[in-house]
């Protein structure tokens, strides 16, 4: 058989006809037509709004997690005694020198000094966050900070 436009039929199988509905009992689908007793879900539409009371239902019972998460960065905080530990006479200590000998993680965006312990060297502080009491103890031994 030739293959043209008249000739041409869809695959065996791939076509369902659709459910008679509503046509006596003795066809299985009389009476209720498929939808049950009577009430709201028998009735035309009524079942999507019983499934939108669910949905609210579901998203008043679920936990919500509640406060604020700041954008702000929240500076790493460095010791004095750190700086003792790992820092000589003359060094300058910046972000990037505390992140290389590893006293502040590598995604830390500031860092901020705090007076823990005590400091005994002159060394120079560039661009970091620091206590006024640190302030006093770096100028009293001869250190800057720029």
């Given at each position: 058989?030739?293959?043209?436009?008249?000739?041409?039929?869809?695959?065996?199988?791939?076509?369902?006809s659709p459910k008679k509905i509503g046509r006596g009992n003795a066809s299985g689908h009389g009476n209720y037509s498929g939808?049950?007793?009577?009430?709201?879900?028998?009735?035309?539409?009524?079942?999507?709004?019983?499934?939108?009371?669910?949905?609210?239902?579901?998203?008043?019972?679920?936990?919500?997690?509640?406060?604020?998460?700041?954008?702000?960065?929240?500076p790493a905080?460095?010791?004095?005694?750190?700086?003792?530990?790992?820092?000589?006479?003359?060094?300058?200590?910046?972000l990037a020198s505390l992140k290389e000998k590893g006293i502040i993680k590598n995604n830390a965006k500031a860092a901020k000094i705090i007076s823990n312990g005590e400091l005994t060297k002159k060394i120079t502080i560039e661009g970091l966050l620091r206590a006024k009491s640190v302030e006093e103890k770096i100028k009293s031994l001869g250190g800057e900070i720029k």
């Open positions: 058989m030739i293959l043209q436009v008249n000739t041409i039929k869809p695959a065996r199988g791939s076509k369902h939808h049950g007793g009577k009430g709201q879900t028998a009735r035309s539409g009524g079942s999507h709004g019983l499934r939108l009371k669910a949905f609210k239902r579901l998203m008043q019972s679920t936990p919500k997690l509640g406060g604020f998460k700041s954008l702000k960065i929240k905080e460095v010791y004095l005694s750190d700086l003792e530990k790992h820092y000589q006479a003359g060094d300058v200590v910046n």
